[in-house]
């Protein structure tokens, strides 16, 4: 049975979730455990989390597990952070056990100066791989956070009247979709066929959405006039800008994601 001073006590940083509201102390957390569910809560992740409570174990260290936790549960609710989201990630220091206490152990004075020799040489190896280690690690962090993560944007054609921009996340973490703009205005993107988004679209009020890891959205692609998507029409092109960030670090700018077009290209392939 977990005393009421421990129960009470504040985690280091609120958790905020999507489907339990902040998670402010460890009382809170503890009922939270006990609202998900048997499945999510038999994860291991959850278990561990279980273990630190009934040992009582460090806030510090009982905090960083109920975070990982959620977040590895997708039920984080990213929109309210205070701090970027990386910060989240971070293990209980090492110098800690799993219950918070100092990881100390007897040492055998017969051996230290053999360690000691051991320690020194490992150190300078690693003080020569750290330039290279460093190097490669600021690639990938470039590469990932640049590249990789961009979602896959692209227009889909079914009928004449049903034209789509189609947005894939290929990316593991969620995708906010802030604004799609076209230049010029001769088609708008609407959230959805409903009469409330169609309007909007055409007013030119702006429309936010999140995309699932792995998932597809579609939003119906509309072109102003008719005319243009005649055969003998002129050509008429325009630019798709979609802005997007990645929740997994919602603080850093993302590069728009453009596509050029003509409205003729929105004709139903011939079957």
Partial sequence: MLSSAYLSRKL??????KDGGTLSTIGEACEYMAAIGNERELR???????????????????????R???LKDAKLD???????????MDEPPPGLLSDGKLNEQPTDPRDSNERSDSDSKE???????????????????????FLAAWPVVSIAVESKSDCYLRCKNATKS???????????????????????????????????????????????????????????AARSHFLIIVSWRSTRSTWLPRWPVFIWCSAQTLQPPES
Avoid at 78 to 88: C, F, K, N, Y
Avoid at 190 to 196: E, K, Q, W
């Fill in 174 to 232: 969620d995708i906010i979709i802030e604004r799609i703009r076209t230049i010029p205005k001769t088609v708008f993107v609407a959230r959805d066929y409903s009469l409330i988004a169609i309007t909007d679209g055409l007013i030119g009020v702006p429309f936010t959405a999140v995309i699932p890891p792995s998932a597809t959205y579609d939003f119906p692609l509309i072109v102003r006039r008719g005319e243009l998507l005649d055969d003998k």
């Fill in 78 to 88: 990213v929109t309210v952070l205070s701090e970027p989201i990386e910060r989240w």
């Fill in 44 to 66: 291991p992740h959850w278990q561990r989390v279980r273990e630190l409570m009934l040992q009582e174990a460090d806030v510090a260290a009982l905090s960083s597990r109920v």
């Fill in 68 to 70: 990982l936790a959620v």
């Fill in 12 to 17: 280091t940083s609120p958790i905020p979730t």
């Fill in 123 to 145: 150190e300078r190896r690693r003080q020569e791989e750290l330039p290279r280690k460093g190097l490669l690690s600021d690639i990938f962090l470039v590469w990932q956070r």
